[in-house]
């Protein structure tokens, strides 16, 4: 590769170059695009998951007769949610719904992928077993059809132990 310009190339680049006019030395300011504040709901801070006893109970299986007069104090509709989002709404909602003094509540995690692993259905279960949300609760059974079946579970809360 040459360093220099030929005669012919310099005149070529020179004819380019004769109405060009050199920029101010001030630097124009970039506008940005302004950006859309997203608003979080506040929320209230979350009671964190206090230790009952440190034997628990073995969950119960509830029975069809059970199942049958069962009554829904309060409803958690998870659709949409991702993983995470999903676990921290039902905590919240677990954490309320005991200081509420509820007995039963349905969660509706929808059925999402049937053989996906990722899915809050799939997942449910697993949390209510295996971390301290197990705490918080006596029992879960998956709904009835006409509360959403196999999308959706029934959930007893235990009894607060007042200190």
């Known amino acids: 590769m040459k360093d220099k310009l030929t005669p012919e190339d310099l005149q070529l680049w020179q004819a380019n170059v004769k109405d060009v006019k050199p920029l101010s030395k001030k630097v124009p300011k970039r506008k940005e695009p302004p950006v859309a504040k997203i608003r979080t709901p506040q929320k209230p801070p979350l009671k964190r998951i206090v230790k009952i006893s440190p034997s628990l109970a073995p969950l119960q299986n509830l029975g069809r007769k059970e199942l049958r007069h069962l009554k829904i104090d309060a409803r958690l509709d998870m ?37 996906a692993e990722n899915t809050l259905r799939h997942q449910f279960p697993r949390w209510l077993e295996e971390t301290p949300l197990r705490e918080l609760i006596t029992s879960y059974h998956p709904a009835k059809p006409q509360d959403g079946g196999s999308g959706a579970f029934y959930v007893g809360i235990r009894k607060r132990v007042k200190k």
């Open 79 to 115: 659709h949409g949610l991702s993983l995470e989002e999903g676990f921290d709404a039902l905590e919240r909602f677990l954490v309320r719904s005991q200081e509420r003094g509820l007995k039963n509540v349905l969660v509706i995690t929808g059925k999402g992928a049937l053989s």
